[in-house]
Antibody
């Protein structure tokens, strides 16, 4: 059974940094396209970015709103996905969800974690 | 302002049918598969429909998806109170090189 468990959220001051983790089980992260989606309080879903599988090239793509500020990476030995966030602003306050694309191929979000809340405030 | 346009809200009575539209353009819906997600209050989104009209295992056949040109539609028949949720469409936008979501539609079962 696929499970995604996010951690690392919390309170951070504007300009600060935070790293979110997404521990995966039931599959190997290096074999999957994975990504992050966020949801600001009371707002809709916003794609943050994705990282391709190892065989897919392993590169990452980002939304324009976070490019240059956020970095997606993974640690295959820990089967964990990360989202490194720097220069955080109030607008980055949101629940951050870890997602996977289907292992069998396809471009949609098949599995979701429960989310971790990031609050940027002074 | 979302790239994909959804009605903010729809409503219908229990047992009735509802359709939720998702309007895009040639750079997204017209040339890429659409997926739909349900978000119950206080929970993570859940995949309902993928590749325009396919249902994952466990999703009942009273939910359906369709696509025509630059628009997609989610249909739900036999509405239940448990269907009250926010629904989002999504697809890849080839011009933006980014995934895009609709603004979401709140379904109320009266």
């Amino acid at each position: 059974e696929v499970q995604l468990v996010e951690s690392g959220g919390g309170l951070v001051e504007p300009g600060g940094s935070l790293r979110l983790s997404c521990a995966a089980s039931g599959f190997t992260v290096s074999n999957a396209f994975m990504g992050w989606v966020r949801q600001a309080p009371g707002k809709g879903l916003e794609w943050v970015g994705r990282i391709k599988s190892k065989t897919g090239g392993g590169t990452a793509d980002y939304a324009a709103s976070v490019k240059g500020k956020f970095t997606i990476s993974r640690d295959d030995s820990k089967n964990t996905l990360y989202l490194q966030m720097v220069s955080l602003e109030a607008e980055d306050t949101a629940i951050y969800y870890c997602t996977t694309y289907p292992l069998e191929g396809g471009y949609y979000f098949k599995y979701w974690g429960q989310g971790t809340l990031v609050t940027v405030t002074s | 302002q979302s790239v994909l346009t959804q009605p903010p809200s729809v409503s219908a009575a229990p047992g009735q049918k509802v359709s939720i539209s998702c309007s895009g353009s040639s750079s997204n819906i017209a040339n890429n598969h659409v997926s739909w997600y349900q978000q119950l209050p206080g929970t993570a989104p859940k995949l309902l429909i993928y590749e325009n009209n396919k249902r994952p295992s466990g999703i009942p056949d009273r939910l359906s998806g369709s696509k025509s040109g630059t628009s997609a539609t989610l249909g739900i028949t036999g509405l239940q109170t448990g269907d009250e949720a926010d629904y989002y469409c999504g697809t890849w936008d080839s011009s933006l090189s980014a995934w895009v979501f609709g603004g979401g539609t709140k379904l109320t079962v009266l």
